[in-house]
């Protein structure tokens, strides 16, 4: 038994020390494997080629230039049909209208038909089998399938009525669904989110094209817009992936467990909505452009619990197919984005009677917004409407409304400013008061944010914040990968660059500084203009006396980098090519002078109109000195700055 031991002893060291080696190796692998990993997904901004960590000085235009007035163009009310329609949808009901029919003379039959996802495919659609509709009387058909279509033929089996319409169906199976697959409950504040999506549009172009919407969500709901925020790739599909992943299109086909051609294995963050308690829906308008076309499989299953694209993909082509029912942009009576915004609505208010259900939107309207500068003017009223709809509910709610990109095409595009909108798509954000209370420094940190770079994956950042109920710098990283993006209910750093935010060089608008001298023509020329600005602005008071030009300290101007000058298209793997630079049609120079007889010391940001030859300030100033009681005989903060008052202050 002891020789046994002895044995068995002797052959276990040898086969211990035999496994300690092969755990060795194994471990070692396993670290190859995750410096590789980190290797692979990271994106590197010493990639970028930047050379300094200068703090990011982003162009800001006002929005209404006068190089606009010929590019925009008005356009008519959309033309929807101007008959009554037959049918229309009524709860879970189809309902046929019988005092109708001398609309649509001929008819003699009329079928309605579910529109059926085909299965596994996002590209494809069926039609069930005809129900016939009673042309005797007024009556109701109870709807088993969310979408139908309704045909009516004449004798001759020509068309004489067609019409798509939608239902808001299974809400207690949804709910019952959403209460089976919580994996896990949120501690704190679990608001509804709506991240409402515009397509091509900046925020410039919002207050031009949407100036109602815009209003209406500032006063409403305290919407904090973005004014640096950036895109980070060239068009809708990359940018939206790093919305919804906060990661790029490579990054996820180089991985083969979570690539086979269907994007139902990606990390989108409706999933990490799901999986805490959150239904969800998905809405795209324009099934040509959605980002699920980008030449792959879309997905295998639906992804979110209510899900508009089955019905798009029957009703889309309804105005290029039959124009006598779908005038252009519309589907019968009702245009097209209404459709859409009537949809969502429904969807909310029936997920809003569960208060123990919370939903998660995603939602892009394309129609109005991808082809034509101005055409979103046609839908601003809608808009308002919508959001005033569920007014209530989005109190409860983080509304982010946004685009993908700005405007990309056409003549305004090759303009200097068309350049600039293209790479600044609009983000506002507005947090509801039950996050506000669990994060009092949140909107505090919005409006630091609203001044500085920010882009889409910071977006996602928040997205995941909110889902995970992590609001702090120190919530634990569940992947390897090291995020590119910040939550925005944290302040961005003020130094922050492109490279920091993973902009490539192309799509950056950081400018990049160039020092003049101070005796050359465009320096003294900003300085000129700086002090006839600070003149202009006290010269209503008469109590001051006119500033004189003493000294220039500084002039920099501030401009795009070579890349984005030179940057002319890329293609849908984002490689770019570049030609000639764009005309310049204006520069920015930041002056710091002294002014006589204050002594004043004052800096802001001169525009150089080029064709012009024109130097006007834009923006704010900054008073770099002290100012003592040179400005008594002024009340205005902002005039207190500026004004030398012509008589001294009476002593005490």
């Given amino acids: 038994m002891k020789k046994f031991f002895e044995s068995s002893s002797s052959c276990c060291g040898c086969f211990c020390s035999q496994n300690r080696q092969r755990v060795k190796v194994f471990l070692g692998l396993v670290l190859l494997m995750i410096l590789f990993n980190q290797f692979l ?5 010493t990639a970028f080629d930047f050379e300094s960590k200068a703090s990011c000085h982003f162009p800001r235009l006002e929005p209404f230039d006068p190089i606009l007035r010929r590019m925009f163009k008005l356009h008519e009310p959309l033309p929807c049909s101007n008959r009554t329609p037959l049918t229309a949808v009524e709860d879970d009901q189809l309902r046929f209208f019988h005092d109708r029919l001398p609309q649509y003379p001929g008819v003699i039959e009329c079928n309605s038909y ?11 659609f069926t039609f069930s089998q005809p129900v016939r509709l009673s042309l005797s009387e007024s009556r109701h058909y109870l709807l088993t ?3 139908v279509k309704v045909e009516c033929i004449n004798r001759t089996g020509s068309l004489v009525y067609l019409n798509f319409h939608f239902a808001v169906l299974r809400a207690q199976q949804v709910f019952e669904n959403v209460r089976s697959r919580q994996e896990q409950k949120i501690a704190g504040p679990r608001p509804n989110v709506l991240l409402f999506g515009i397509d091509s549009i900046s925020r410039l172009n919002a207050l031009r094209t949407l100036p109602k919407t815009y209003a209406y969500l500032q006063k409403t709901f305290k919407m904090v ?16 992936i790093a919305l919804l992943t906060g990661q790029t299109h490579s990054e996820h086909i180089v991985r083969p467990w979570n690539w086979n051609g269907y994007y139902d294995k990606w990390d989108f963050v409706w999933k990490e909505f799901a999986s805490r308690g959150y239904a969800t829906l998905e809405a795209e308008d324009l099934p040509g452009l959605n980002f699920v076309n980008a030449g792959l499989k879309g997905f295998r299953y639906p992804p979110t619990d209510y899900y508009l694209r089955p019905f798009w993909m029957a009703a889309w082509s309804c105005d290029v197919t039959h124009p006598q029912f779908c005038p252009e942009r519309c589907v019968a009576d009702i245009p097209k984005h209404v459709i859409t915004l009537n949809w969502m609505r429904d969807v909310i208010k029936q997920l ?8 998660f939107s995603f ?11 101005e055409l979103p003017l046609l839908i601003d009223d809608d808009l308002v409407s919508f959001f005033r709809s569920i007014e209530d509910i989005l109190r409860n709610t983080l509304i982010i409304f946004f685009a993908d990109h700005g405007f990309r095409f056409g003549e305004f595009r090759q303009t200097q400013r068309g350049k600039i909108e293209d790479r600044m798509p609009m983000t506002g954000i507005a947090i509801p008061e039950s996050l506000e209370r669990a994060l009092p420094n949140a909107r505090k940190a919005l409006m630091i944010n609203s001044q500085r770079l920010t882009t ?15 609001y702090d710098s120190a919530s634990p990283l569940l992947s390897l990968r090291r995020w590119r993006g910040q939550s925005l209910f944290l302040p961005v750093p003020a130094d922050r660059d492109c490279a920091d935010a993973h902009i490539e060089p192309h799509w950056c608008l950081c400018q990049e500084e160039v020092s003049l001298d101070t005796n ?4 003294t020329q900003a300085a000129a203009a700086l002090v006839a600005g600070l003149n202009e602005l006290v010269k209503p008071k008469g109590s001051c006396i006119v500033l004189t030009l003493a000294k220039i300290f500084s002039a920099t101007r501030l401009q795009e980098n070579d890349r984005v000058q030179r940057f002319s298209s890329s293609d849908w793997w984002g490689r770019s090519s570049y030609g000639n630079r764009t005309k310049m049609a204006f520069r920015d120079i930041t002056v710091t002078v002294e002014v006589e007889p204050s002594k004043g010391v004052f800096e802001a940001t001169i525009r150089h109109n080029i064709d012009e030859e024109r130097f006007q300030m834009i923006g704010d100033f900054s008073r770099l000195n002290r100012y003592g009681n040179h400005s008594w005989c002024v009340i205005e903060a902002q005039l207190r700055k500026v004004c030398f008052c012509r008589t001294e202050a009476a002593s005490p």
């Fill in 41 to 45: 997904f990271e994106s590197k901004p």
């Fill in 114 to 124: 579910s529109i059926l996802r085909a299965s596994d495919d996002d590209f494809n």
């Fill in 145 to 147: 399938d969310e979408f």
């Fill in 225 to 240: 817009f973005m004014e640096g925020h950036m895109k980070v790739a060239d068009n809708t599909y990359p940018n939206l």
């Fill in 352 to 359: 809003g009677n569960d208060s123990d259900t919370p939903f």
């Fill in 363 to 373: 939602s892009l309207l394309s129609d109005h917004g991808h082809d034509i500068l």
């Fill in 456 to 470: 889409h994956y910071d977006t996602y950042r928040m997205l995941l914040d909110v889902a995970r109920g992590t």
């Fill in 520 to 523: 050359s023509n465009e320096a």
